[in-house]
């Protein structure tokens, strides 16, 4: 096993508690197909209503936390890459941390003693879907956790650094953190932009503002990519976007920041050294797929994987590609026992 991990990971561990359900109960409680939300006060009732169905099905969700699945998944060596998130101490968080772990995943959560680990509806409308998540214990992480004996080693022994904008609601002081450290190192540090309401709501986009620069890859899908655009004045031309992204303010001048934008089944953009260029997704009948809610976070963690051992932009595109089509031929973020990418 590595003893050192070299890429860490940091989100907000979640259950993923998804069913199929009618359209009625997204008009009832106002949620869109293809969004994430956080539950408000209204949304509290959804989840004891979809667990009275007897249809739902419990998957470990967070959105790093999947793509730390998927990347040590494509990677040979157990315990290269560390997870780190707040559970409670409930059967969810010990479910959650044994999925992860049985991934060969480093699980290093901080653990709340009174919320109960977060979980995340997933209602599914004909393979398109509505996330809408009650944080609970993952709200409770502090920075504290990084600055334990144990965090500290990982972090300074880390090369690869990724998270996702949904951290942001929780801990930005956390993420500005190991941003901060990665750029000083000279160290990657690795983006998601997640949902749009963190480019929406003003009080969150401060905070994502204020960690763009410190990111040298961003992950966007091309919704989010268009509310980025249209929110940056930048326009909604996807290649556009991503040439301007790409050269928005960077701290760490060693390296020049990648970007990109998945598109689902349409070809993935990359800018990147001063060029666009696009990567064709694997085909994949559409009879084959099974559930597209973590086909993005898979992307994320099979690009990560190769970038971390010093692929080509191409092969990182590719194991992204890859990981994804065998992750959305499975109930959520969970993997055929055969992994055939070197
Ligand atoms: C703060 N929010 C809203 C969230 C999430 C989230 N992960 C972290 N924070 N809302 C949904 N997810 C996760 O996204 C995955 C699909 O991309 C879900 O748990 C799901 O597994």
């Known amino acids: 096993m590595s003893t050192t991990p070299k890429i860490l990971c940091i989100g907000n561990p979640l259950l993923d508690i998804s069913t199929h359900v009618e359209m009625t109960i997204f008009e009832k409680y106002g949620l869109q197909l293809n969004n994430a939300i956080l539950a408000d006060e209204k949304h509290l009732p ?25 990347c040590q998944w494509m990677l040979n060596t157990p315990h290269t890459v560390c997870y780190t998130g707040c559970v409670g101490k409930d059967a969810n968080g010990k479910i959650l941390a044994d999925a992860t772990a049985a991934n060969g995943v480093l699980v290093r959560y901080q653990e709340d003693p009174v919320e109960p680990t977060g979980a995340c509806a997933v209602l599914i409308n004909k393979k398109e879907r509505s996330l809408c998540t009650s944080l609970g214990a993952a709200n409770k992480f502090n920075i504290s956790h990084l600055q334990t004996d144990v965090m500290q080693s990982i972090i300074k022994g880390a090369d690869f650094f990724y998270m996702v904008g949904y951290f942001l609601t929780v801990s930005p002081d956390s993420a500005m953190y190991l941003a901060k450290h990665a750029a000083e190192q000279n160290k990657a540090f690795i983006y998601g932009l ?149």
């Open 194 to 342: 997640a949902a749009p309401f963190l480019i929406q709501v003003p009080f969150f986009f401060e905070r994502v503002s204020a960690l763009l620069p410190y990111c040298d890859i961003v992950f966007s899908n091309e919704s989010e990519a268009e509310v980025l655009g249209t929110k940056m004045g930048w326009g909604t031309d996807l290649k556009v976007i991503a040439e301007k992204l790409a050269q928005w303010e960077k701290v760490n001048s060693k390296r020049s920041r990648i970007v990109v934008f998945t598109q689902g089944a349409d070809s993935t953009i990359v800018y990147d050294q001063g060029k666009i260029s696009t990567y064709q997704p694997i085909k994949l009948d559409s009879d084959k797929i099974v559930d597209l809610n973590a086909a993005g976070d898979s992307f994320s963690g099979g690009f990560l994987a190769a970038y971390s051992l010093g692929k080509s932009i191409e092969k990182c595109c590719e194991a992204g590609h890859y990981a994804a089509m065998e992750i959305i031929q499975q109930n959520g973020c969970s993997f055929p026992s055969k992994r055939s990418f070197d």
């Open 46 to 70: 959804l989840y004891k209503e979809i667990i009275e169905t007897g249809t739902v099905e419990y998957i470990p969700g967070g959105a790093a936390q999947n793509s730390a699945r998927v």
